[in-house]
């Protein structure tokens, strides 16, 4: 094999990040947008000690799984991974994913019970976009070049109508200082936050934005609402600009409840990482108490702020990092334990101090299939698994929600 040349291959798989895998001379090739089956031709950019990495340049023989995306940027900007795939076969290559990690990392054979989707399309409820000069978009993946984009299709369509605004006033202000945008869009409410520029933008933000109900300038109000409500099922969550909320309402909805009827009625529920509260809200009907521990100052604020408007008395948060404060909590009688930490994982500390608990059911919500297996690596030492699904929260992305429910061994 050699830098620049071009080969056919036949594609055997994706790997976990949608690219396609050809074995070329021996050597195991990533092609991204080359689907499983196809024969392709493709040219090789780069190798490495043990595999190679390439560019489809001719497919040969289609995928009848392949469709023709539907946004423009897609095969420029790297945000999506999928629309190239019809979406039911996108659904299975992310329970398959998980499937497979699971066996590399855990050895163990585990089988996905179901996928649960919403909207493929303009669902999501937040994005960062990167501006510069006059140009607004995402980074292509991994690199620092910025793919100007008039829409997004998977953000809420108000959330493309900030953007127009937004291409507006960058070209009338191409001197403009912005280098990063929030936008968040709740229950039909738009809100924007942008850091490091001269708060005298915000005159001109009320003037040339339409439609705006709150804007934030480095961290502070300058005007509208200070956070936006959102509702799910009886419970009204206020987030403001720093607070996690999940992207996808739909699927999130589907996904707490389905993650709270695994609880039984308990004594004393803990929620790690508990965000804004949202499923320490859900959880409250269970059990006579909720613990919730969570490190953003912001969302704990919220998260406690959240409680009154529900008038939930029985939940009290901790503003502090999960792996300090765990241990202290051991000698409660928790029933209990849901954990739903960021990419990277739980910790050593915290999952020794899970084990020492021994709660009868730990509910591990994990955006990262890989963190969730190693963590699981670890509590097997007590636990079995009792279910596992998955959840499209991030669609037509390589990313999945994941949902493992863990039951006592001695139960
Ligand atoms: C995936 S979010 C889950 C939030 C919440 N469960 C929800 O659904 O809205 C992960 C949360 O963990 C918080 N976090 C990250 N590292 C943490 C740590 N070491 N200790 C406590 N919270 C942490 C983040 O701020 C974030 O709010």
New binding site residues.
């Given amino acids: 094999m050699k830098i620049n040349e071009t080969y056919e291959t036949k594609i055997l798989r994706l790997n976990n990040e949608t690219e396609g895998v050809g074995i070329i001379d021996g050597i195991t090739t990533f092609i991204p947008y080359a689907l499983p089956l196809e024969i392709v031709k493709v040219k090789i950019d780069n190798m490495y000690d043990n595999y190679a990495r390439g560019t489809l340049v001719e497919i040969l023989k289609e995928s009848s799984d392949r469709i023709d995306p539907v946004c423009p940027y897609f095969y420029k900007c790297g945000g999506c991974n999928l629309m190239h795939l019809n979406y039911d076969s996108g659904l299975e290559f992310k329970k398959e994913k998980i499937e497979s990690i699971f066996k590399k990392i855990t050895n163990e054979n585990i089988k996905v019970n179901n996928i649960y989707n919403g909207n493929n399309l303009y669902y999501r409820n937040k994005i960062t976009l990167k501006v510069d000069k006059n140009k607004i978009g995402y980074y292509k993946e991994k690199t620092n070049t910025l793919i100007d984009i008039d829409k997004c299709f998977i953000v809420d369509n108000k959330i493309n109508n900030v953007i127009k605004d937004l291409k507006d006033f960058i070209n009338n202000y191409p001197d403009n200082e912005i280098n990063e945008i929030m936008i968040r869009v709740i229950d039909n409410k738009v809100m924007i936050s942008i850091d490091n520029i001269s708060i005298n933008y915000k005159d001109l933000f009320i003037d040339k934005l339409n439609n705006l109900d709150s804007i934030y300038i480095n961290n502070n109000l300058v005007y509208g609402e200070k956070v936006l409500v959102e509702t799910i099922d009886n419970y009204k969550f206020n987030i403001s600009p720093k607070s ?3 992207v996808n309402k739909k699927v ?1 909805k589907m996904m ?1 409840e389905k993650a709270v009827s695994y609880i039984d009625k308990s004594d004393i529920t803990l ?6 509260g ?2 320490t809200a859900l959880l409250s009907e269970k059990s006579k108490k909720v613990i919730g ?4 100052k912001e ?1 704990v604020n919220d998260a406690n702020n959240n409680l009154k408007i529900n008038n939930i008395s029985n939940v009290e948060f901790i503003c ?4 300090n404060k765990i241990e202290t909590l051991k000698k409660l009688n928790i029933d209990n334990i849901v954990l ?3 990419r990277s994982g739980s ?1 050593k500390k915290t999952l020794k101090s899970i084990l020492e608990i021994k709660p009868n059911k730990i509910i591990y ?1 994990s ?1 990262n299939p890989v963190t969730l297996a190693r963590d699981y690596n670890v509590l097997k030492e007590k636990y079995i698994i009792k279910e596992i699904n998955a959840y499209d929260m991030f669609s037509n992305t390589y990313h999945v929600e994941t949902v493992m429910v863990l039951e006592k061994k001695d139960v």
């Fill in positions: 996690f909320f999940q999130s707490y929620d790690l990482y508990s965000g804004t949202t499923i521990i969570e490190v953003v969302a502090d990092k999960v792996e739903d930490p960021p910790d919500i955006c």
